[in-house]
């Protein structure tokens, strides 16, 4: 199953014009729903406001926490996952889905300082509050990918602009070629005994309510072995 998730970034309005194919699923975050009416699945926050929330027709389903907490929860929590609407929405579909392909469109975490940050206008640049789980995007990124890579799923960036997401780039008509990323096992390994020795896991998915017992040195140290482990070193090749 090939799926496009999409984002709410200004680009994002450009596939209202594409074509169904190649993609199976259409995973719409929060607000991007409204950018093509063959969504599948709305995404959002338990505090989404009720007036922006999508209305499914036929064939159309919400996901809400009662569904995406305990599936982020199955990879480790909000804690190492970050909690951005964008990576909870891409761990529900490598749960709930398992698809060979999550192509992201318009979820790149950079917000323009001036003109519109979001293509319905002005919205909150939520990936940049002040966050103990959001302070390395790009090892979020990492570490997503590497999980994902695990289970047989590519993830891949459909944007072109600059991006806070390491993932690959390729093009619509380049995803039948898409394959899992190349990942470090040993650090991979290393990261995931580094996250169950810290037992940063929060069942409810409330984390900030706990923030008080998290290191952020040692968020950091975990950070930094997730993003290598998603290059594959030189000595696993040799």
């Not at 993609?23 to 007036?51: G, K, M, Q, Y």
């Not at 990576?87 to 392909?101: E, G, K, M």
Request: include cysteine.
């Amino acid at each position: 199953m090939r799926v496009l998730m999409l984002g709410s970034a200004p680009m994002a309005a450009e596939a209202a014009t594409w074509r169904r194919e190649p993609f199976d699923l259409v995973l719409a975050i929060n607000n991007a729903w409204r950018i093509r009416s063959d969504w599948d699945i709305a995404i959002h926050p338990h505090d989404f406001p009720v007036e922006r929330q999508a209305r499914p027709g036929p064939g159309q389903r919400i996901v809400t926490e009662a569904e995406f907490v305990p599936a982020q929860n199955s990879y480790g929590g909000f804690v190492y996952a970050g909690a951005t609407m964008a990576f909870t929405a891409a761990y529900w579909a490598l749960y709930a889905l398992r698809p060979s392909v999550l192509a992201v469109y318009g979820c790149d975490m950079q917000y323009p300082s001036q003109g519109p940050t979001h293509f319905y206008g002005t919205g909150t640049p939520d990936p940049l509050r002040a966050d103990i789980t959001l302070r390395s995007l790009e090892a979020k990124s990492a570490r997503l990918m590497v999980l994902a890579a695990m289970q047989g799923c590519a993830v891949a960036n459909l944007s072109s602009g600059p991006s806070r997401l390491i993932f690959p780039r390729t093009t619509r008509p380049s995803l039948a070629h898409a394959a899992p990323g190349v990942w470090c096992p040993d650090l991979a390994a290393e990261a995931q005994a580094l996250e169950a020795e810290l037992g940063y896991f929060v069942p409810s998915g409330r984390y900030w309510e706990e923030a008080a017992r998290f290191d952020p040195a040692a968020l950091d140290r975990l950070d930094a072995l997730w993003l290598q482990a998603a290059t594959l070193p030189l000595r696993q090749t040799a």
